[in-house]
């Protein structure tokens, strides 16, 4: 790396991914490294307590791509967006400078590692249109999009409790049509410009990612705020942070009116899924009930105790269904090994698999 200089090619090409990159600081690939220059090195050396160097002036410090996610994590935690330049071709069949990509950014709505198994990493979309407040969410670990509308900022706001997304993408010029329902929320809030929730725009992303003519077969029918919101997202995810999407293969539309509607303070007190005083995260009424076998039947029980059926028929149809699976005595043993095939398959399709993730889809089989 003695050749690092600011007219090096080497150095051309971290410019042109740091361009990319943005305001996210931007990790390098250089062999077994990771390095970061200038002042994302600075920052780098502060936030994860790495050693700052220079060379020939460039202020550069960097961290193992062995432990390089670890590393990702707390960046992010601390308030990062971190951008992953990585080498695109093989070494052995270039002659000269191997070519580096930014291949995705990490944000907190993007992580895809250690995660708690029973929660889902919602990344959300926020969009006012007509009077109406759509809510799109996107949890890229395990591919399941949703989206609902709503019709008062009160009720926004219940439902982004309940989600509890950790990170929001909305329009620049709705920031302040959302400020109040967002400043309780610990998540990070991404402003863009407002030609990017053109509904239009939006039914078109949604209908070429899913190969259709029509978005009526996914309850979007009429719902321009919804679609508005999920192209949004969608596109943000493909365009700007170069993330995989082709796991994402349907889109949900949740009708808030099907549910009891749980506000902000009795969720709250009622201890759903968080306890009113800290350090006693055992005793809520989602650690109690939950006796699910499987990360995704706890995901799901988690989305079934926040939002409580009205119907007297669906709720006849769930007992019957759970009725049913309770008499099949064997069935807990059988899906107890089974490990989060949902979030497995979205790091294998994706190409960041690890042994261990394969060793846990042949257990899971």
């Known amino acids: 790396m003695n050749t690092l200089t600011k007219q090096s090619p080497m150095m051309a090409q971290w410019s042109a991914c740091k ?55 707390k960046l992010v935690e601390k308030g990062f967006l971190v951008a992953i330049a990585e080498q695109v071709e093989d070494p052995k069949m270039v002659k000269g400078l191997v070519k580096r990509e930014v291949v995705r950014v990490v944000s907190p709505g993007t992580l895809l ?27 890229l670990s395990t591919g399941e999009l949703r989206v609902s509308e709503v019709n008062t900022l009160k009720e926004l706001q219940d439902e982004l409790t309940r989600r509890n ?4 993408l909305l329009s620049a010029k709705d920031h302040q ?36 003519h029509s978005l009526d077969g ?10 508005a919101a999920a192209g949004a997202l969608l596109s943000h995810v493909q365009e700007e942070l170069a993330l995989p999407t082709q796991h994402i293969q349907s889109i949900h539309f949740d009708e808030l009116s099907s549910y009891m509607s749980i506000d902000q303070a009795t969720q709250k007190n009622l201890e759903l ?11 809520t009424l989602l650690k109690l009930l939950d006796h ?22 669906e709720i006849q149809k769930r007992q019957e269904g759970i009725e049913e699976l309770q008499s099949l005595t064997t069935l807990k043993e059988s899906l107890r090994p089974i490990r989060d095939l949902e979030r497995l398959m979205m790091r294998i399709s994706s190409g960041n698999a690890s042994p261990k993730d394969l060793i846990a889809l042949k257990v899971s089989l």
């Open 292 to 313: 699910t076998q499987t990360p995704m039947g706890a995901r799901l029980f988690k989305g079934w105790l926040t939002h409580p059926l009205l119907s007297p028929h």
């Open 177 to 212: 049509t959302f400020a109040s329902v967002l400043k309780e929320l610990p998540l990070r809030v991404t402003k863009k410009d407002p030609w990017h929730f053109d509904p239009q725009n939006g039914y078109n992303t949604l209908k070429n990612h899913f190969n259709v």
């Open 113 to 139: 590692s250690s995660l708690p198994e029973s929660d889902n990493n919602f990344f959300g979309c926020v969009c006012a249109l007509n009077q109406t407040y759509a809510l799109a969410l996107l949890d």
């Open 19 to 73: 361009q990319k990159a943005k305001e996210a600081l931007l990790l390098f690939r250089l062999g077994d490294f990771y390095e970061a220059f200038y002042d994302d090195a600075k920052n780098l050396s502060d936030a994860v307590d790495v050693t700052l160097t220079k060379r020939q002036g460039i202020p550069m410090s960097g961290v193992p791509a062995h432990a390089a996610e670890g590393y990702i994590e």
């Open 218 to 227: 996914y309850g979007l029918q009429g719902k321009t705020a919804a679609a």
């Open 273 to 283: 899924t968080e306890p009113l005083h800290k350090g006693g995260k055992n005793f």
């Open 165 to 168: 997304p950790s990170e929001i």
